[in-house]
């Protein structure tokens, strides 16, 4: 029999997106091609979770997602493939065992990690037939020519429908270098700005590098009056700057903003206390303000901050008026001097992309180029830690694979 050249639906990029993609195109009947730049694809899958990969969170709420298009687009989005199915889906469809850490609302695999979620997607993709080009990397889509998607150094693949699922620009060396950005760009798109997201901040006068490896739970806010944003959690400073799941998830409001030339204040109020909670402390305390201290924070800290203050050789009762309250501040509104972040190399996610009011967010697609669909991180959504992004990956994927699928049906 003589082997096709081309194929119905043409996924670009295989990571947890395409991945899904292409067996959803490919179940609901289409003859699929996936092609991917790196020699295996899925390699984030690896690297996630510090390995262990946590494929899904425990629950769902579309509020923690961040994006510019409609709130409202994007919880749609998500409600179209509820979670336990999305789950089954793993269980059933992939063959993967999972459990559950209830203490932080995470799900992994049993056993294996990352590689055993990638090895079982592959698997899946031989069993449904889909067609695997590695190393093959897309150079732009002519929406117009029969070879719709020009590879380099090859002639370009005959496609009836291209779903693109390269990603963002995070951990470039997974093969994530922006390209779904340009060629949405390249066809008409208006693409919200990507910023790094998941991401580290620094300092840029290592003026905390002493205190690095100190963690601590903090009430983290970013910005001010009305558009402040806070949250609770872990913070951990670094040789470089500030890191711990709490800057992680929360780094994006700066970062977003910085994109936009915009740099916003970064305030901590350690172990998450008030103004109140640590008068009340200081109006029972005996002895130096150091020693008082000490019994709740770190010394490295303690330290840190009171030669911040010059407030060293202070009694902890009482406390001149504008030494209490510059005390104060620096307890529950210490301002980090942070300058930048540590950018897409070390940004687990990026945020922006092609926006969700210009897809059909019943088949993700593109409300300017009928045969193509978006999914995955190159859409504009990014969640936070804890198992949302390959969430957001898995469901965008099933999306776009079946409503390319049905596209080329109709
Ligand atoms: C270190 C790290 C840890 C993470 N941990 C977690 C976690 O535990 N849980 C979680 O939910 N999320 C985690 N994430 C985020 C998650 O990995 C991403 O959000 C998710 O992989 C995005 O899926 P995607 O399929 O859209 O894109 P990607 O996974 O980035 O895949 C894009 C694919 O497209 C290919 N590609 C790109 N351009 C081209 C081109 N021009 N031609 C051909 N192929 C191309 C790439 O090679 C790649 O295989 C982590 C990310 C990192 C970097």
């Not at 409609?70 to 459990?99: A, C, M, N, Y």
């Not at 510059?326 to 926006?355: K, S």
């Not at 969430?391 to 776009?400: C, E, H, K, Q």
């Amino acid at each position: 029999m003589k082997k096709r050249k081309g194929c119905d639906v043409l996924v670009i990029g295989g990571g947890p997106a395409g991945l899904t993609a292409a067996l959803h195109a490919a179940k609901a009947g289409a003859d699929v091609c996936l092609v991917d730049s790196r020699p295996v694809p899925g390699e984030k899958l690896l690297l996630s979770g510090g390995g262990r990969c946590n494929v899904l969170p425990l629950s769902v709420d579309a509020g923690v997602y961040a994006t510019s298009s409609s709130p409202h687009t994007l919880r749609k989005i998500l409600q179209s493939w509820p979670l336990g199915e999305v789950r089954g889906f793993l269980e059933d469809t992939l063959g993967l065992r999972l459990v559950e850490q209830k203490r932080t609302g995470k799900v992994f695999p049993a056993s294996g990690g990352g590689e055993e979620v990638r090895d079982r997607f592959l698997a899946a993709l031989r069993r449904s037939k889909v067609r695997l080009l590695t190393r093959t990397r897309a150079m732009g889509i002519l929406p117009n020519e029969r070879r719709r998607v020009v590879v380099e150094g090859g002639p370009g693949i005959v496609a009836d429908q291209v779903i693109v699922a390269t990603g963002g620009l995070s951990y470039p060396r997974t093969g994530s270098d922006g390209f779904g950005f340009r060629v949405a760009e390249t066809l008409g798109h208006h693409v919200v700005p990507p910023y790094p997201a998941l991401v580290s901040l620094r300092n840029g006068r290592f003026e905390h590098t002493a205190l690095a490896g100190i963690s601590v739970p903090v009430r983290l806010e970013v910005g001010e009056g009305r558009a402040k944003r806070a949250a609770v959690g872990d913070f951990l400073f670094t040789h470089r700057g500030y890191s711990g799941p709490v800057v992680l998830n929360m780094a994006y409001y700066a970062t977003r903003a910085l994109a936009a030339g915009e740099h916003l204040p970064v305030r901590v109020a350690w172990l998450d206390r008030s103004e109140s909670d640590w008068l009340e402390l200081l109006a029972g305390a005996k002895g130096t303000l150091r020693g008082m201290l000490k019994k709740e924070l770190p010394d490295r800290l303690v330290d840190r901050l009171l030669e911040e203050l010059e407030l060293w050789e202070s009694a902890a009762s009482p406390l001149r008026r504008e030494d209490r309250a510059r005390l104060l501040r620096a307890l529950v509104a210490y301002e980090l001097p942070w300058v930048d972040c540590g950018g897409y190399r070390e940004a687990e996610a990026t945020g922006g992309g092609v926006p969700l009011g210009e897809v059909d967010p019943k088949t993700l697609r593109s409300h300017i180029v009928p045969c193509v669909h978006f999914c995955g991180e190159v859409l504009d959504a990014v969640g936070p830690i804890g198992g949302y992004n390959f969430l957001w990956a898995f469901v965008t994927g099933r999306l776009a694979g079946e409503g390319a699928a049905l596209v080329r049906k109709s």
